[in-house]
């Protein structure tokens, strides 16, 4: 009954037409042209955001490229960041209670059998738009060859390499941080493996001394998203199997939803202003972007181009295959959310604006919403995949080493594996991408140059992402609903076959009727059939 209510009262998707209706039920068209000066002025005000939020992403570079000019010391430079930074410490605020109350909320409201497909298909799409952008940004490499170039390595970014982490201790971090030990502590924290040199004397007497290294757990900074959202499905799974007490406990996170939600419409407005801000003081932060450019301009152009191809024309048409809508439009209706992903580079950030622009401009319904985007803005990361194989590929290049099939295999296959446990935070990507490397034996050293540009490439990377989580709900929202079309037309045509009713001639209220046909198709017997 939630799901017909919610659905009735979602907004229609971009590009429906609809009519103002009138005191007597008829539609209403308005009389004459309307004037260009007031659809100027009608178009500006419904899309004032995405219009604030477009100016504030350029007048950002403006300022950040004036800006350079004048001598700043550090502190100036991070002083001018300010603004952004209090939009990225809002949106970060809201995402616990956002991500935990609207999983419970949503895994509450579906029946299993429902959760457990629109589940499966949503890990499906993101499963094969993933190993799609991988295998992109595998193809565009070969054929760009960015490593081809002669790169100097910039100084000043070894300490913030990865440290090296086996292959194995990463996929066996990921299954730890789903079943975190500590929810608390998974607001903040989450599980990262350690090493440490054990000495061990021989065992036949004689002195030998091997060093083995041990793994040992330890916690690193930063929130275990994913730990979170396993749980909160499960919780909601549960508070259903309840039944009537819990009740008022799925009442109690729906509340807290929409709350949040309402919150976010408020932090929506400070958005153009924070996201001016930080890519302006991203530019400024930035030594020698020239010098950055020139040497490593066709791995930039690498992974933009492969960006661009999945973004507008891969995941467009995928949308377009099974909706038969506009894609565009549907891009559209997001496009607040997609600048936001943008300046803030966290594809955790944007998750709020993300739920309120689909929901809101693309006739997505809070349930499938809800459930689905904190999912997809933790375990589906078109881009990072696609970034992480270029990158691979690129650091391949540059020591002159081929790669066979195998490796190539090994990188698609790492890729979209290790894309799973990325940090849907800024750099969370190049985190990952030491996996890879060791997976087909490059040196992780040279991850410092992907980090020299990682401030521009990870923000195309971070539109990407969510760009792949909308279009999933949107996916989804039309899998529900002809669902239910169809569900219905079964459910009328079973009625009317087994109606246990007597013949119509035998039939006292069929006998009042008059011009009623044998088979009693008319309007009353379709209603009382539905």
């Not at 039920?25 to 260009?36: F, I, T, V």
């Not at 799974?237 to 509340?255: C, D, M, Q, Y």
């Not at 046909?517 to 539905?530: F, M, Q, R, T, V």
Request: glycine share 10%.
């Amino acid at each position: 009954m939630a799901d017909n209510n919610d659905k009735e009262g979602r907004k229609p998707s971009n590009g429906e037409s609809h009519l103002e209706p009138l005191a007597n039920g008829m539609s209403h068209k308005k009389s004459g042209p309307e004037p260009l000066s007031q659809r100027l002025l009608r178009i500006a005000r419904a899309n004032l955001l995405v219009i604030l939020t477009v100016a504030g992403v350029i007048v950002g570079v403006f300022i950040g490229l004036g800006v350079r000019n004048v001598d700043l010391t550090i502190t100036q430079k991070i002083y001018i960041g300010f603004p952004g930074e209090i939009l990225i410490r809002l949106l970060k605020m809201i995402i616990i209670p956002l991500v935990v109350c609207s999983l419970v909320s949503g895994a509450a409201s579906l029946d299993p059998q429902a959760l457990g497909k629109l589940g499966g298909w949503a890990m499906l799409f993101f499963l094969v738009t993933t190993l799609i952008a991988s295998s992109i940004g595998v193809v565009m490499a070969f054929i760009i060859t960015p490593g081809a170039v002669t790169v100097d390595k910039p100084a000043g970014l070894n300490d913030e390499i990865p440290a090296h982490k086996e292959v194995i201790d990463s996929f066996l971090d990921l299954i730890r941080n789903i079943f975190p030990s500590n929810l608390v502590s998974s607001a903040f924290q989450s599980y990262a493996t350690g090493y440490k040199l054990v000495k061990l004397n021989g065992t036949d007497g004689k002195p030998n001394i091997t060093v083995e290294k041990v793994p040992i757990g330890t916690d690193q900074d930063g929130m275990n998203i994913l730990g979170l959202v396993v749980f909160a499905i499960v919780f909601g799974v549960a508070l259903r199997k309840l039944g009537e007490e819990g009740e008022i406990l799925i009442k109690f996170f729906n509340s807290f939803n929409e709350a949040t939600m309402v919150l976010v419409s408020w932090i929506m407005w400070y958005a153009p202003l924070g996201i001016m801000f930080l890519v302006a003081g991203k530019i400024v932060e930035m030594d020698k972007v020239g010098a950055l450019f020139a040497s490593l301009g066709k791995y930039i152009a690498c992974c933009m181009i492969g960006h661009a191809i999945h973004g507008f024309l891969v995941l467009p048409a995928i949308y377009f295959i099974f909706t038969r809508k506009n894609p565009y439009t549907f891009l559209w209706g997001i496009f607040t959310a997609l600048a936001t992903a943008f300046g803030t580079s966290s594809s955790s950030a944007t998750l709020p604006l993300m739920m309120k622009c689909v929901e809101e401009n693309n006739g997505v319904s809070k349930h499938i919403s809800r459930f689905i985007l904190p999912i997809g803005a933790t375990v589906n990361m078109d881009g990072a995949a696609l970034f992480q194989c270029v990158a691979a590929v690129f650091i391949a290049q540059l020591n002159n080493t081929p790669l066979n099939f195998i490796q190539v295999i090994t990188i698609l296959v790492t890729a979209t594996a290790s894309s799973v446990g990325a940090a849907g935070i800024p750099a969370g990507g190049v985190l990952t991408l030491a996996i890879i490397l060791e997976a087909i034996g490059l040196p992780t050293s040279d991850i410092s140059l992907i980090l020299a540009v990682d401030w521009l490439v990870d923000r195309t990377c971070t539109v990407l992402n969510v760009e792949g989580d909308a279009f999933g709900a949107g996916l989804l929202q039309h899998f529900v609903d002809r669902q239910s079309r169809q569900e219905g037309t079964s459910l009328n045509e079973v009625r009317l076959e087994g109606d246990p009713s007597p013949p119509p001639e035998q039939s006292p209220l069929i006998e009042k009727k008059e011009g009623r046909g044998p088979k009693g198709d008319s309007p009353i017997d379709s209603e009382s059939a539905l």
